[in-house]
């Protein structure tokens, strides 16, 4: 599988290690996990709510993709904190997010300092995974029903929206339209609001090919500065991820591909610039 790379993508180490705990991204596709293994490990790691939620699908399709993504979930994060992949505790806000629960003396590995978040659409899981920040990541197949993506544009502020209709019909006009839905389910669910925080309260500007120009953030939003990394990490496949920009910035991001079985030398991607309102 080919791995679409921006310019500052290479293979190998980060290069400032000692900057900050990488932000860290893994995108599994379904296939790399055969069904009759991700049922054995499903069985093994995942919690009840998670064994009830799967035997709820009503299509076999839509049980794989959560089995592969749930298991992706709890194997990196295993990893991250230095516990077993069932002994992880996972709980989720009023508004769904969810979150790996500390616990009384501290998780291993300073994992009561981890957060995590999950998508999973069109045969992907996409989860990313940082210390001492939040995140929020959002992946999109680019291949869906001509037109299936107009009733979406209603959705984004009308200097967005002229921005899409910018581009000529067909995949460049769909492109746009899920570039900026990504970034906007990628800010929503770093806050914890998901689908709960108009989406046309905040907008971007977005470079023609790829990458953030500008961002003015919701009212409530009183920092309002983020780094947002667009990918397309396989051909027709639309991530994006948002970081808070804090203190606890991390310069770069580790893209992992497949599932954590090994130790595969990740890619390495430097984070863009913060964005966000002017500040006098
Ligand atoms: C979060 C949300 C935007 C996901 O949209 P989506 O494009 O369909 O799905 P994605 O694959 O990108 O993301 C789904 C994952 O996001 C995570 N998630 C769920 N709610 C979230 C939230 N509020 N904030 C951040 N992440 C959230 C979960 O891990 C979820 O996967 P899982 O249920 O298998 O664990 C949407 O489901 C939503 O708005 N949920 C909130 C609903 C709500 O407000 N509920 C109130 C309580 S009933």
Redesign the pocket.
Known sequence: MTITAPESLSAGPAPHPETGAPVKLWLCPNDALPPAVAGVLATHWLDEREHKTAAGFLFERDRRQ?LV??TLVRRALALEAGLAEAELVIWR??????FLQPRPGGLPRDGDHLDF?????GGYSLLGIVRRQRI?V??EGLGREAGALESILTAFTPEEQRWVAGAPTGQQRDRRVLRLWTLK?AY??AR?????LPFDEFSFSLADDRGVLAFRPPADDLAGSWRFLELEPVPDVLAAVALPADEHSAPHLELHHGFPWDRAAPHTIALPEPVGPPHD
């Open positions: 959560y993504a749930h806000s009023s508004r769904g997010r969810p978040n999950l998508s999973h659409a929020g959002d992946v389910e929503s669910k914890g609001l998901g689908l709960g």
